[in-house]
Structures are given as structure tokens and as C-alpha cells.
């Protein structure tokens, strides 16, 4: 028996739990309520709480999944990429664990340990799980990429976002609409009574199966700017139609180029990952694409797609098993190196 405690704390989540012989036996996940009047995530704030949350997340994780500390076999936690203030919080966190209790630390890329998410076994009713090699999607606030999943740690990125992230398009133009943080999940939501097709904005012709987002937030910027200069109320007036069309156009960039890497790889086993992948829109979209192409598609269970230390305990324990393990000198990553 293996049993590892997960540890993820990227962003603004304090998350952990543990995995068992590759089942996930408990997952807590702490949210940050502070950064909704800042309207988005203040980096030193993120720090100071995740020191508040993470000693009671970690215990409430395993008292759920009714074990002893003392029979964790591994701690795994998230080395990067992320705020290297809130990384350092779970890294100490995991590096002080594995030396009172004299167990293996294993280090896990954040956007690695979202496509592995897809290996939880409890997470789809009929237990399918990706069949190697396949592609991913994963869509997150800070990355966007097409990646070709060989097998558990064995991944090629053939494309990625030049600038910014898709998630961060919805974001900034809840922002722009003047939707209270966290605003992509409101967007998802006011677009399911809008027009898609009420308002046209562009698609960036990007080379290959690179992503840009940056064009598509200006033109939506100035398109809002416009409207409102010749009628104030444009946005409240028509705020579904105006987040449906904006889905609309971010789904279709994404699945445009996923379709691209599918045909240029061969391949029909199609998975999405990340924050992102919670979108309704895409989800949507995305089924019944694979309806049209004969794909195979996966996507995570909601809880799984968020950033949450699941995915973490489930990348740790395929990394137990190959002892791939890390030393006491190790140190977080802002910037990790997908490979």
C-alpha cells in the first residue's frame, strides 16, 4: 500500500489530499475570500493565508481519509509554476513534514499534475480513463497549451499561448463589464441566456498551434468603450448577449486549433484540463465536436479542474512508484519548465 498526501497552494487555493493506492480518500480545499475587494489576487495577501489555512487543511485531509500521519508513505507537493510567495508556503509545509517523519518528498508540475488529473480513478462513472499517447487541452488564468501526453510524465507542448492566457481573457473582460471577482464563472453563466452571434469579434491568425489573447481583449475593450460612449446602459442592457458572444469567440480560438493538433497528430482521444475547463461553453462545444470527429473525449470532474491537491496526491503517486524523489535542498518555482 501507498499512501501520499498531496500538497498544492499555486495560486490562491490551499489545497491537500490523500491519495491511496491511486484513490483519492479526501481532497480539502481552502478558497481565499480576501482578494474579491482587491478584485483580483494580491501575491503578498495569497501568502499570508495560505500560513493560516494549511496546517488545518492537512489535518482535516486526513482525518477524512481516516488514516495516521505516521503511515504516509510520501509527501507531494507543487514546486511551480506559480506566485512564488504561495509555493513557498506549501513547499516549506512539505519539506518540514518529510523530515519529522522521515518520508520521500516528490516535486509536481502544477499544469502536469492538471492533465493527470484525468487518472482519478472515482472521477467518471464509467471508469475510461485516456489511452496513450493523447492530447490535452489545458486552460487556466495563466496558461494555455495543446500538449501531446505520451505517457504519465512523458509530455510534449506543440502549443501555447504567446501572450496571455485564456483564462485571463475572461477575466479581464469581467473586468471590463465591471462583474465582480472572480468574473469568468459569471460570464459562463449570463452567456447561457445570451446571442453568441450578437456581436463579432476577431480570431487571431496565429501560425502553428500557438494561442494570442491580447488582440481579442483590446478589441473587446474598445468595442465596450464605443457602445457605452453612445449609450450608457450598453453593458447592462445587453450583458448576456455581450459574455455569450465573448465565450463564444475564446471557445472557438481554443477548439480551432485543438481540431488543427488532433489532424496533424492523428490522434482521437482528446482530454481538456484546467480552471478553464469548467467552462460550460467549452464543454458544450467541445462534445459536440467530438461527435462530428469520432473523438473520444475526457473531461475532469468540476472539482478536479480547479487547482486542488487531488491532482497533486494522484501525479505524486505515479511518481512514488517510479522512486523519483527530491531532496531536502529543493526550492519552488515561479517559472517551471513544463518537462
Known sequence: M???LGIESSCDETSASVCIDGVIASNIIANQTIHHQYGGVVPELASRVHQQNIIPA???AIVEAKINK???DAVAFTRGPGLLGSLLVGTSFAKAFALANEIP???????QAHILAHFI???MEDKKL???PFICLTVSGGHTQIVLVKDYFEMEILGETTDDAAGEAFDKTAKILELPYPGGPLIDQYAKTGNPHAYQFPEPQIPGLNFSFSGLKTSILYFIRDNVKQNPNFVQENLADICAS???RIVSILLNKLKKAAQEQQIKDIAIAGGVSANSGLRTALTGLAQQKGWNVFIPKFEYCTDNAAMIAIAGYYKFLKKDFVGQE????????FA
Open 121 to 123: 480513478p472515482n472521477q
Open 246 to 248: 465573448v465565450q463564444y
Open 58 to 60: 492537512v489535518h482535516q
Open 330 to 337: 529543493i526550492a519552488p518555482l515561479a517559472r517551471m519548465p
Open 70 to 72: 505516521n503511515q504516509i
Open 2 to 4: 501507498a499512501i501520499i
Open 130 to 132: 485516456p489511452q496513450f
Open 105 to 111: 518528498l516528490v516535486e509536481i508540475n502544477h499544469m
